[in-house]
């Protein structure tokens, strides 16, 4: 009895094992169809030629077009859109703390430390952190603790500095990004996405106050603009296209057999679920593999570089090696994107800690980007070859420079 017990036990949770695999077979089987159904229908669409279209901007782009309107100023030297920007979050927040938020003569920056976009205003005492989803890369471990801590390294007080959230739909940072810092800046934050608030603010507050003379900013807030509404699928011209894509959508889960629009709701919210779950076991063995491909990296710098040593400080894979009597840590590391850094040792007293002068300076051809503390490059996420070989000319670099010194 008992052993008849147990098997139909078993016979029930391996049928139900079965009609949920056969439930992600099929929702993986019908994205393939849908993306095979829009490329289809993308390619019907009337010519439209987009130049932002055909840059495939990631979230660094994103930023850069931001951060030349922000330090936009008119014939009277005021930050017109940064103005304009603080004035929507205003209107558009639950909290009217940002209206306290002064500009006189700001610094605005974009990847410096990290932070996507930095507005500083030293002499005001005011600092906004703009942190840039738009292609919804996660949020990296207490990713706005350690910008909040860094800007009042900066100088500026706590109550002072706020934090603008740009996801590219509506979605709140995770818990564990704030560290301890959420409840305190619950007044200071504010959440817009680019759909729903960055889109409105360029077609509302931006396009109608560029002057008619500035044709090269106009057309391209206009590009930019239009860029948007394709990313969204809400240019005019794709009002067909987004009709026979809903009317598949519709028929796949047979919306029409349902008598309200509530419950339409629910089962494609039911469905997007069930998506979900299969996007998160994606990134799961996605994960692995990225953890494959890090284990052969550090075997590899064992191999290329015996002489030198680890700098443990958990990075993908690095090294360490001493230049000017200084001990220096070359490693690749990632928050949404993956780079390869180079910096003086974090056990150093801060004073030594400065690049300036130093023959770090030396390596901005092959690392671009700079502060005080370090040079570093940014790779897109999946040229892992790329970033890689990028670390290896740097370390070889290094050495040389350690045997001319």
């Not at 940002?98 to 005001?124: G, M, N």
């Not at 009597?325 to 993956?338: A, E, L, N, R």
Request: net charge negative; glycine share 2%.
């Amino acid at each position: 009895m008992e052993e008849t017990r147990i098997s139909n036990a078993l016979s029930a949770y391996l049928s139900i094992h079965e009609t949920i695999m056969e439930e992600y077979r099929n929702l993986i089987d019908f994205a393939a169809f849908f993306m095979e159904q829009k490329e289809k229908e993308r390619l019907a669409l009337p010519y439209h030629i987009n130049i932002i279209d055909e840059l495939h901007i990631n979230e660094n782009g994103h930023s850069r077009i931001l951060l030349k309107l922000l330090q936009y100023q008119n014939e009277q030297g005021e930050y017109t859109f940064l103005h304009s920007l603080i004035h929507h979050i205003n209107i558009h927040s639950h909290s009217s703390s940002f209206s306290r938020i002064e500009i006189k003569r700001p610094l605005l920056t974009q990847e410096e430390a990290r932070i996507d976009l930095w507005v500083r205003d030293w002499e005001s005492g005011y600092a906004i952190i703009f942190e840039n989803k738009a292609c919804d890369a996660v949020d990296q471990e207490e990713q706005l603790s350690r910008y909040i801590d860094k800007t009042i390294t900066e100088g500026f007080n706590k109550e002072n500095i706020f934090v603008v959230y740009l996801p590219s739909y509506a979605h709140e940072p995770d818990e564990q990004s704030w560290g301890n810092y959420k409840e305190e800046f619950e007044e200071r934050y504010v959440n817009l996405s680019f759909r729903d608030d960055i889109l409105a603010w360029l077609k509302d507050n931006v396009l109608p106050n560029i002057p008619s003379s500035n044709v090269y900013l106009y057309t391209a807030v206009v590009q930019y603009t239009d860029y948007l509404e394709g990313y969204f699928l809400l240019r005019t011209i794709n009002n067909r296209m987004n009709m026979n894509l809903d009317n598949l959508i519709s028929s796949q889960f047979e919306l029409d057999k349902f008598n309200t629009d509530k419950e339409r709701i629910k089962v494609l919210q039911e469905k997007i679920d069930d998506m979900q779950e299969v996007v998160n076991s994606m990134q799961a063995l996605q994960g692995r593999l990225r953890q494959s491909i890090y284990e052969d990296w550090q075997k590899a710098t064992k191999e290329l570089f015996p002489e030198l040593h680890p700098c443990e400080r958990g990075a993908l894979t690095d090294v360490s090696l001493t230049l000017e009597g200084k001990k220096v840590d070359i490693f690749i590391s990632s928050d949404s994107k993956m780079y390869c850094q180079v910096e003086f040792s974090p056990s150093l007293p801060q004073e030594e800690r400065d690049i300036n002068g130093t023959c770090i300076e030396k390596l901005k051809d092959l690392l671009p980007s700079c502060n005080t503390n370090c040079v570093w490059k940014y790779i897109p996420p999946l040229e892992f070859d790329e970033v890689y070989q990028l670390f290896v000319d740097v370390v070889n670099r290094c050495k040389q420079l350690a045997n001319n010194g």
